[in-house]
């Protein structure tokens, strides 16, 4: 994904915006560029994790996007990632949390009737002899904890993705540390195959 922020006073919901184009099955078909707008959550009371409300939110953010008011076309500023003929292409939501989601924000994110995907990163400190009051000079890590897409997002036979898509946890054996730590990572897979970063 090509994101850039575009957050701040008047942003209607969106923090960041830009494209993604995941590789297509077949290698006749064309590659499609799915325009991307994507919200940040950062919930910080007591390790509150993001609930259901917020998700409707964005699927409010996500419509709105989708369906630019008759004066969105006249406005031209840096924040439209290469707009130029492309305002055709699909557009999908995603939500950002660094707090996680709540078990009834996955079932609305699943249940969606937009193209909405939820991802929980969070940001750790580079290595492990980091003390946690010098957390905030080290350098942060982000680490994807999960990801959880709406069909209309992609499923096993449509959504935006075309099926053949889907998210695994990907376990190590061997006992490393670092980034991914003992639980493994998720990763998006296609055709069997994981996608390249």
């Known amino acids: ?33 799915i325009r991307v707008v994507a919200q940040c959550k950062c919930q ?8 259901p409300v917020l998700i409707r939110e964005m699927e409010g953010v996500v419509f709105r996007a989708s369906s630019p008011s008759p004066g969105a076309s006249q406005q031209s500023d840096d924040s439209s990632i290469d707009a130029s003929d492309d305002d055709d292409a699909p557009l999908a939501g995603v939500i950002l949390s660094s707090s996680g989601f709540s078990k009834q924000a996955l079932l609305q994110v699943r249940s969606s009737s937009v193209p909405l995907a939820a991802i929980h990163l969070l940001a750790q400190p580079q290595g492990s002899s980091v003390k946690e009051e010098d957390a905030d000079k080290a350098a942060l890590v982000e680490q994807c904890v999960s990801i959880v897409w709406s069909d209309r ?11 053949g898509m889907e998210v695994r946890w990907l376990r190590s054996l061997s006992p490393r540390k670092g980034v991914e730590g003992a639980l493994g990572r998720p990763v998006i897979y296609r055709a069997g195959k994981p996608l390249k970063k």
Do not use: N, V, Y
């Not at 994904?1 to 077949?26: C, F, K, N, V, Y």
């Open 1 to 33: 994904m090509h994101l850039e922020r575009t957050g701040g006073a008047g942003d209607r919901g969106i923090d960041l915006r830009g494209w993604w184009q995941p590789p297509s099955l077949s290698s006749t078909a064309s590659d499609r560029r």
């Open 44 to 51: 910080d009371e007591g390790g509150k994790k993001m609930g």
């Open 153 to 163: 997002f992609g499923s096993a036979t449509s959504g935006l993705l075309e099926g």
